[in-house]
Structures are given as C-alpha cells and as structure tokens.
C-alpha cells in the first residue's frame, strides 16, 4: 500500500521559515518525480516546486522562486520543501504527490500525479 505522508506545517509569522517534509511507503521513491502543491480556500489546487528523479532537474513557480527549496533523500525516502521569508499568501494546505517513471524535467502538472498524501496545514500569520 502506497502512502505519502507529510509533515512540518503549522503557524508561523510573516517572514518566517518551515521546512515541510514527505516520506513514502510502499514505493520505491527513487522512480518517482514528487511535487508539492498548495491549496488555499476558495482556489484551485496549484503547484509550487517539483523535483525529479535527477534532483538538478527541479521546477518552481513564480511565487516560490528563491524562497523555496525543494530536495529528496532516496535513502530517507522523503521529500523536503524549505520555505523562507514566507507571507500570508503563501497559506494553504500542502500537499506532495509522486509521479512514476517521469519524464526528465518535473511535471508542474497535477493531474500526472499518481499518488498524493493527506496534506499539511500551513498558517501564517501575525
């Protein structure tokens, strides 16, 4: 049975750093691409970094560029996503997810994701 599960959210002030984790069972991760996405109220589920099975093949959007950093230990079959200098904006309910056998670069797509975890709340606020 294959299960992501995360962790490392919860309330911080603006302008401060999380570092979100997600560990796999039942897959072997080192064959996957995993993505991070955020889910706000109200909006649409959306990606914010990804990374590959090479992880010098990463993606981000606009609005985690040079903020965030997303990294993987195979052995550790975890995923990391660092958050820095983060703002209100940047709430929401994250969530990683793994694509099999991707292509080189990561996909910012959701929908070729084939197993997501449960998500993890992050809050910041004054």
């Known amino acids: 049975q294959v299960q992501l599960v995360e962790s490392g959210g919860g309330l911080v002030q603006p302008g401060g750093s999380l570092r979100l984790s997600c560990t796999a069972s039942?897959?072997?991760?080192?064959?996957?691409?995993v993505g991070w996405f955020r889910q706000a109220p109200g909006r649409e589920r959306e990606v914010v970094a990804s990374?590959?099975?090479?992880?010098?093949?990463?993606y981000y959007s606009d609005s985690a560029k040079g903020r965030f950093t997303i990294s993987r230990d195979n052995a550790k079959s975890t995923v990391y996503l660092q958050m820095n200098s983060l703002t209100a904006d940047d709430s929401g309910v994250y969530y990683c997810?793994?694509?099999?056998?991707?292509?080189?670069?990561?996909?910012?797509?959701?929908?070729?994701?084939?197993?997501w975890g449960q998500g993890t709340q992050v809050t910041v606020s004054s």
């Open positions: 039942g897959l072997i991760l080192e064959r996957y691409a």
């Open positions: 990374i590959g099975r090479n992880p010098i093949n990463t």
């Open positions: 997810a793994a694509d099999y056998l991707p292509a080189a670069t990561p996909s910012p797509l959701a929908q070729v994701y084939d197993y």
